[in-house]
């Protein structure tokens, strides 16, 4: 493949792996080889080294095999980011069995759906998990059920000396009714079984193209259709993100400690958050809880260097004022899904400064299914900077109708070339191209451009862009130029259709200070239109400026799109909210 990446990366990231014949087990395996004295994980005051973790996961695999658990198997691991789960993922794989890694907290509704669609026989699960979902294990295909404590990961030093982990009530309830066919065990008992014979102890399953890992939808839907990855594809995208993590050690001599405050059920959490960081031979700091009070103790007990999170994290972390020394110890916050807007850099940078450290910040992005990744500091100026592809990976700016290169500085649309994707069959897939190179090309639908220096900058999103007065606009662009004026903390700008046509509104946040005085929330509208119209052409400038108190986000701390348009709709139809502060300027 090309080697456009060159320009920014030394040689010896310029031709990084893109395929491997590994399993995650034997990837594992070849790192703890590589680094056996070197810290993988630490969950409170245990630390496992990677010569002990290599130990601990043989021995689950065998317990694991003890249980009856074979080659084609899958196994529900229901207990967060516990090592105990993160061990069973590389012995289930180890044995060719499937890691099924589930939200902890999940309603019965949706733990029925997702065991049903899975179709998983075996489940490790807390005493307190157990008594939530005894009822509804006789509707799914579960007929072992393996009670883990949080007790068997943690040091006496961190129930004694640390109010680490108040989990003595996910492990204290004893089950006592078990519903007909239901096997339950104890996971000490299992550990404490006798060995299997040894005629009967399955080596290293090598197929890595089998399923490896069920992870969690991100949109949870009805059905709650696993996403589903193979061992193969996990490693690609752990070559591809290596050279983050690897960074801090070419800088510093030292392994990164990184702590991961996303969920390992979900693809960011396990693929670029555990396991890309365990192939990097860099420390994971593991941390059960995700509220924001908890993340702030995470921070504080742990001090990592790095902290890998989504925009979400971010925001917790500015919530908490600018006077907090919570990133005392943090150089690096690794986002992923989405570009942070200026004002929480600006916040983020400013709480930094006053922890007395230098921060930078990497946005990961993932395009589609194919772990595609842009990568870039995000202390440079443009809060539209996608940055420069990771190695392995083409960027390029196209013609949505003929595919051909733009020139430079020009919009088009951004398309993407893997190594997953290079030489695969994916001509039913109408968003790939085979294009006159050979390769297929995934076109993104996000607009984009280049520049000189052959960073890629994002414009604004396909699926968004409407036309007003025959003049393509993107809300995205209007936002950046919104939140350039002193007082704004946030934009998220909509299109709304009316019988005399589209038109663009923008919702705002404004600082805390302009609640309390009707004159500044006034003079900020005006200064608003006026950077609008020095800035934007004029059908890219909002009609309308709504302020609110907060703006609705989904799960992973994005905007909801879809929940602001409604609250747009609820002011012109006079149904007040009280997030909403003030009514709309009259329309003519």
Known sequence: MESLWNVFYPGKYANPETDSDDTLYTRIKRVSA??????????????????????????????????????????????????????????????????????????????????????????????NQFLNYSQSLKNTKITTVIIGKYKYSVTGRDRLAFPFYPLSGYDKPKPRNIPEGIRLLYWKDVAGMPDIPAESQAGVDRDNTRPAVYLFPSVAGQEL?????????????????????????????????????????????????????????????????????????????????????Y??????????????????????????????????????????RNSKRKLSVCSVSGCDEIL??????????????????LPGVIMRVADSAT??????????????????????????????????DGRNWFFTGMIGKQDGNKMFYLVGNKSREARINSYPVYPEKVDETVQMTEGVVESYSVIIERPEGPVLISAIVPEEEYFYDNSLMEDLRDRIKSECESMLHEAMRPSEVIFFVSLPRDSKGMVDHDAVRERIEMIENEEWDDDMLYEPEARE
């Open 34 to 127: 590589r680094y056996p004295g070197r810290t993988a994980i630490e969950y409170g005051s245990r630390k496992y080294t990677y010569s002990s973790l290599l130990s601990r996961i043989d021995e689950v695999a065998a317990c694991w095999k003890k249980l009856g658990v074979g080659k084609g198997d899958k196994v529900i691991l229901m207990m967060g980011h516990n090592p105990l789960s993160i061990i069973s993922v590389y012995a289930l794989d180890k044995i060719g069995a499937s890691a099924v890694l589930s939200v902890p907290d999940l309603s019965t509704e949706h733990f029925e759906h997702f065991a049903d669609s899975v179709g998983a026989k075996f489940c490790l699960m807390s005493c």
């Open 225 to 309: 259709i696993a996403t589903v990855l193979t061992a193969k594809s996990i490693n690609i995208s752990a070559n591809l993100t290596r050279m983050v993590f690897m960074a801090n050690e070419d800088l510093t001599g030292k392994p990164a400690r990184m702590l991961c405050l996303n969920e390992c059920c979900f693809s960011f959490g396990f693929v670029v958050g555990i396991h890309s960081v365990l192939c990097s031979g860099q420390s994971v700091l593991l941390f059960t809880w995700y509220d924001a009070e908890k993340i702030f103790f995470a921070i504080k007990r742990y001090r990592p260097d790095v902290l890998i999170g």
């Open 372 to 389: 595609t990744f842009a990568y870039g500091p995000s202390d440079l100026e443009s809060d539209r900077l996608l940055g420069f592809p």
């Open 311 to 352: 925009n979400s994290t971010v925001a917790s972390i500015n919530k908490a004022g600018r006077i907090t020394d919570i990133l005392r110890s943090v150089d690096r916050i690794i986002v992923g899904g989405g570009l942070l807007t200026s004002s929480q850099k600006a916040t983020l940078f400013e709480i930094a």
């Open 403 to 436: 595919g051909l290169d733009m020139p430079e500085g020009a919009e088009g649309e951004i398309a993407v070339c893997t190594p997953v994707a290079s030489g695969a069959d994916l001509s039913g897939d109408p968003d790939y191209r085979k294009m006159p």
